[in-house]
């Protein structure tokens, strides 16, 4: 069977792509099982540049046809920030809470008509050095003033999706894999991905 690298180290983030990328007929692998990988620096100013530099990366150490992502969370307050940034927004050794807590801070006194925000994911495939495609999802929604919801992670707790009165931390997973970013950023590469891989079967 066909295989598919998710470059990522976190369980949470490759459990969610897992469930999203169901419909693609591969064996899906991830950085666990390459150790001797080491963590690529996302230093890009863009998340399309972390995407595919991480793709790069790790499909030139492996050469197994290689799906990447970063995503962000964009207020518009704060001027899309923290953006590129949201990982490590609390610093570089920063947790999930401790964004969270920078982010309300900073948020502190904002009036509701002034905490529209978007999840932005960008996907980066890269199987050859001459097939490199990406793809992006967004997810519209606003920041709440207190944290709700313990599903999830990120800034999940924080996060209104327009047109729904539970935050992306209160939702099942059967419901955040159909509106979040990255379950939309999916839906857009799942065609390329499907066609690649039927190319490969051939």
């Known amino acids: 069977m066909n295989q598919l690298l998710l470059a990522t180290n976190n369980r949470q983030k490759a459990g969610e792509l897992r469930l ?14 390459f150790p001797s990988i080491d963590a690529i620096l996302e230093d890009q100013e863009t998340l ?13 150490l492996t050469k197994v046809p290689t799906l990447a992502d970063d995503s962000g969370l964009e207020v518009d307050y704060l ?23 920078k982010l309300l801070l900073e948020m502190k006194g904002v009036p509701p008509r002034r905490r529209g925000a978007q999840f932005r994911c960008v996907l980066a495939f890269v199987a ?23 599903l999830g992670f990120g800034y999940d707790p924080l996060f209104l999706p327009n047109g729904y009165e539970q ?24 065609p390329i991905l499907s066609d690649f891989f039927a190319c490969q079967v051939m």
């Open 20 to 33: 999203l990328l169901a419909n693609v007929p591969v064996e899906i692998l991830t950085l666990e099982q």
């Open 48 to 60: 399309e540049g972390n995407a595919l530099k991480k793709a790069r990366g790790v499909f030139r």
């Open 79 to 101: 001027n899309k920030g923290p953006g590129v940034y949201s990982s490590r927004y609390a610093g570089p050794s920063a947790t999930y809470a401790g964004n969270c807590k």
């Open 128 to 150: 050859a050095p001459d097939f490199e495609r990406i793809a992006q999802g967004t997810c519209l929604g606003a920041i709440t003033e207190v944290l709700r919801g313990n």
């Open 167 to 190: 935050t992306l931390a209160e939702m099942e997973s059967s419901l955040k894999n159909k509106l979040s970013h990255r379950a939309k950023a999916i839906q857009n590469i799942q």
